[in-house]
């Protein structure tokens, strides 16, 4: 059957579960099928070991020299599930195995030399050269190995470094629906065999060497190319697990339900017949088994690995902490960063585990099956990992909760409660769940992360507003000149502020030694207005115009402007200027002489600069006067129009010669300056 490599005791009750209808022609020619394989199977001598149940992604491989372990998962496809409809089958499915071959029969079997590479590159994966890979990791990888060499089709190792070969996959994935990570998974294992056939002596010969350097790199290409669409997988499934998060109400729902009643009845009757034995059955004793792995991961949110792994000696010797029995696993993933991992029990919960090792498991196990672990199977195997989260889906379905709920889905819920209801103990279930605290937050809190960007995004708009103030850094202003400050100001409210009394009464206190040292600069108000709130909201442009402000008007009081007392005619200033055309004036003595010199009406604006009074005549003032009354009139005074303007008459080419443009810009923008004022008055 497609998609379904599991081995079974009962392959009617198997074929219902895969909704397949007794008596169909379907169903009586697998049942036919069944049958003459298994009087090949019986004439070749070939055995297939028989355990509790099987994970999602059971598969078989058969003559196979690799150790198999249970719950193996060469690819993450689900490829059938093994449960039975009720519950005299649910222990009744074989171990996992270690690959899943390419053909839908899967009994393609590989020549004994291949077999025997396969086998030496597992064992060099558990060897300190392969990096002292775990049993179940390096069965896996080899498993990868075994799949690949069958789809080449060819009886040599030396396929693998063929550049066919990774087209060859590429297409026998895309038919198997394999995700992302899955595919990185195979060229991982490519690699690793890679790095095993260059280092074992006489595997390889020169030329393969330098074959497999080449391959190993197009391997490593492949792999990063996968990693962004195995990125985006392991987004969208987080995404899809917020839907899953157990909530209180499933809880209750759950510890209320008949499986779980069920559960407790037994262990209460089992614990108060200590003296008399009570006969347990098969479905007796997996509900028991079930019910207790649920309430340890509900309790302490564990890897499926720490329940797979805790032994009956350790549950003997666990501790007890402020009334809480602490029992030490050391075999998990994360054991050589964090030591033992904690599992935490109530006592009620201490004491219902304690009558299912004394009065319960004892029914699974037998004086040749024993093993040391404290939960296993019903014909008396350990479990796997993968078979414990089987066991946590199958009473959680029979709770009416469903499917939908793996210990990964547990740490996700932990995560996101207790981050959201008590923060403070972030750190102290990161310990308890053996992996840091960036880990919890970047892989399982959910919740947190959807509220945490509602409350940035509410934040953002509040930002954007008018009414709201965005602080310019004082970093940002080091080093900025005055002209550059103008372009780039605190950002503050829209709309002219209106000063008041009080408003300028601070102002003129804070800026107190500025106004009399007529100085001030932008950096100087933004360092000042900082620690004062009421002007920390007015804006530091605003406050800079107002200083600026401040100092002009000192400066007009300081020097008082002179009105002209007389009007004066335009007879009279055409006589004073040929007057001036046909006199020249006098050379003055001093620079007080010069600045007497000027005429009333000058008085009411800013006097030019001494240099500026030596430097131009009368009769040059009154020739750039007249040659550039329409740049003084209105308009631009640039470089470009003044020399379009004075070229134009030969006193302004005259002025052009004599001065410079600088010269004449400043002595045009004063003159402007003198004609705004007399407008004024």
Known sequence: M??????????????????IAPNSPRYKAMISKARSMSRLSQSSKSKVNISDRSSPNSTIVKSSPVPVHAGL??????????????????????NTVSSVPPSEEN??????????????????????EGGKKHEKSAAQHAAHIRTLLSLTQQNTVAALWNQSVLHTFAKYAEEKKYLPATKKSYLNSMKHFYSFATSAAGFCTEEDVKLITQMRERVSLWIAAYRKDSMIHRHEKMDADLKKLVTPQQLSHFRRSDPSVSAIKIIGRCADSLQVPVLVTQTDYVIVRDFLLTEIALANANRAGVLANMTVTQFEQARVVDGQYVISVLDHKTAATYGSAKVILSPSLHQWISVYAKQIREHAVSPLKNPPELFISWNGLALTSGQIT?????????????????????????????????????????????????????????IERERS???????????????HQVPVPAAASVGRTAV??????????????????????VLRTVFDNEIKSRSISLDTVEGKISENSILRTIGARKVYDRVRSEIRCLCNESNPSALPEECEEACHRVARMLQGGTQPDPPSDSATDTELTVEPADSACINPSITSHLVFSRQDCAALVKAG???????????????????????????????SLPQLKNRLKYERRKVTVKLQY
């Open 2 to 19: 497609e998609n379904c490599s599991a081995v079974v005791k009962r392959l009617t009750s198997h074929l219902l579960s895969h909704k």
């Open 629 to 659: 009354a329409p740049i003084i009139a209105r308009g631009p005074i640039g470089d470009d129009r003044i020399k379009t303007v004075l070229s134009e008459s030969f006193a302004g080419q005259r002025l052009l010669k004599n001065y």
């Open 107 to 128: 009994d393609i079997c590989l020549e004994s030399g291949l077999d025997k590479c396969v086998k030496q590159f597992y064992m060099w994966m558990k060897s300190v």
């Open 484 to 505: 550059e400050d103008s372009a780039c100001t605190e950002a503050v409210p829209a709309g002219r502020y209106t000063w008041t009394e009080p408003s300028l009464s």
């Open 390 to 446: 089987t066991a946590v889906k199958c009473i959680w379905k029979k709770a009416g909760l469903g499917e939908e709920i793996t210990l990964n889905i547990l740490r996700k819920t932990a995560v996101s409660t207790i981050h959201q209801v008590c923060p403070d103990m972030s750190a102290s279930l990161a310990d308890l769940m053996c992996h840091r605290v960036s880990t919890a937050q970047k892989c399982y809190r959910l």
């Open 73 to 94: 998962e060469p690819s993450r496809e689900a490829v059938g599930s093994d449960s039975a409809p009720d519950d005299s089958d649910v222990d009744s499915v074989s």
């Open 453 to 467: 960007s509602v409350q940035a995004s509410k934040k953002l708009s509040e930002a954007l507003t008018e009414s």
